[in-house]
């Protein structure tokens, strides 16, 4: 089974070094009606401003992509930029200008080198007869070390259909503004009103419960095109089937971002993160980043240290509603604190040995009341530092 | 000149580790004007709320220290162990409890050893014959790599007085919760209510400006004891020598914020951030916290990398008024962005040679109003992962 009315390319333009695919091309045969959630950065790249325009439609035909620059503080040139580079496309396709997004992700305050852009446009066009989503998920990666694909099937009305994502990771830890991109296709038929809303709230339980959230970068870029190619009545909120189209699409984006975060920039720990307890699930949500981004827990993952009261002190200063001397601290099923107190007995031993793993669970469960929130994060190592001290270089 | 009717002691009670200094005590002969500011952490280490409670007389007379211990989550057994600490120093000196306050640091979760801590107080009762201020700024050091003490001298009325503070820093690259404690004395006689009033200031436009700010442990503590043996008239907001005092106390507490900025763990760089321009001076501080906590940012700053797209992008996110075609960005003295553009000509040499040194600024100017903020910061290097993974080690 393949997914209807989708073409892909990739190939290798050498915008920040030649030997690797570093731009893409995501094509429906078909408008396709589109939905997508930016960065929230007050300073957004040339291309967020560009596809926030022409989204308004709700439809569109085309993605190109490029890594290794973000034509992010480019100014008016950037815009001319990313313009010109949806035109070409545009043209080589046969489509309308307005129907053609573009996206980046790479160094910041470098104008894109069009000249090698535009010479990639003609074999990436070219490319579509051959081409795999899989290709544009390698051209679209930065310090990621694997590409990121997700695949799930459903069934509308009786007419099958697929929905697959790509996405490209971020300097995990405290990834101030490391780019998270996210391309998500199906050939299930989409009310596009519909779709906007429901790929807001699975983004807001995906992406934003990855410790990314907040401090976003000048890019980041999480979209979907349907082009209602399986044939399906368009799915609404009120069809039988939006339920599991719904359930799917947040299956494929948390599955992508829990990839993330396991490719998180020197990340040796994949760490579940859930507090429970919460006066509301907005404050278990707010006290569970706080320790997902605390540096010093996340340097006592790296360094296997059962330090629960670095995580106790981070929910202290979360800013959420605590008493310290009613809350319990899990390292998986280890009862680490009781009651703010150190368990005693053989906690500090079962808990190392908990933190040895490469994944395991941190739950918090502050007795308050039932709100309840679990993100995803990754430790902070060595690598972390070493990676983005060198980045540019 | 010394400062008068004062004495210090501090000792080696074992309370982590042998081998160091890690109890200290500071006496006023007299009962002393005292003013605090403490953690804002919902979870308070017991000293702190012990504290927090003696401070309403607005006098004092000791305050005992230890490090290795920061008995913070401990309970009902941390307050009764903090009680008892004072209780045994204030038997030794001969003056009331209340008038006794306690500051610890180091590992929290764990019972304060109080073995050790009750043996170690004669010695350091007796200690006060010939104990110095610098001893006790030693043990209460904890990954500190120098110990932090700053002396200033005045004249109120006539009268001369000193100032003498000490500091231990913290973790300071995103300083989730390490501790900072800072103890100040003076001989000026200073009306305590006026005390409290610029001591709160004095710690605003100090150890607020540096990146400890927002993410405080459970023990952070400033204090400043003044126990009027200079024979001044007491000082008041309406003193004539009442702007000379608030500067000295304000001098005091940004040299040593500096000198914890410059001992951060780990760091390589000191670097001060201004940001001008901005809608407030409150949105000038929060765009250069923001800049100051990027981990992003920080690890350029190790690499040496004039990497001014992320400082951008980090004034982006940070929520204040921006708009990035007006933003200049300058290290030291080179432009290196005018407009939101990179200044282009030799900017990326002269600045990388700018990030080379071991100090330099960095200046955002957002040209949209007079709002003026500076903070100091650190980089983010591989010790500062080193130093936090194996802290309990």
Redesign the interface.
Known sequence: MEIKGFKFAAVEAAIKKPGRLDLGLIFSERPAAVAAVFT?????AAPVLLDMERLKSGFCQAVVVNSGN?N????V?GMDDARETARLVAEGLGIPDEATLVASTG????PLPMARVRQGIAPLVEGLESGTLAAVAAAIMTTDTFSKLEVRSGDAGGAPYMITGIAKGA?M??????TMLAFLVTDAAVDPVWLRKIFREANDASFNMISVD?????NDTSLIMANGMAGNAPLAADSPDAVQFTELVQEVLLALAKQIVKDGEGATKFVTITVKGAQSNAEAKQAAMAIAN????K??F??Q?A????I??????SGVQ?D??LVDLYFDDVLM?R????AGGDAETRGSEVLKGNEFSVTVDLKLGKGLATVYTSD???D???I??????
């Open positions: 929230t950065n007050k300073v957004k973000a992010a503080c480019t100014g040139q160094v910041i305050g470098v300097g830890i405290m990834p101030n503004m490391a907040g401090d976003t970068s000048t605390s540096s010093l827990v340097t006592a790296f360094g240290d330090n629960w009261g670095r106790l002190a981070a929910v202290g200063y605590v310290a001397d604190a009651n703010g107190l150190f902070l190592s060595y972390y530092v070493k983005n001290a060198d980045y540019r270089t």
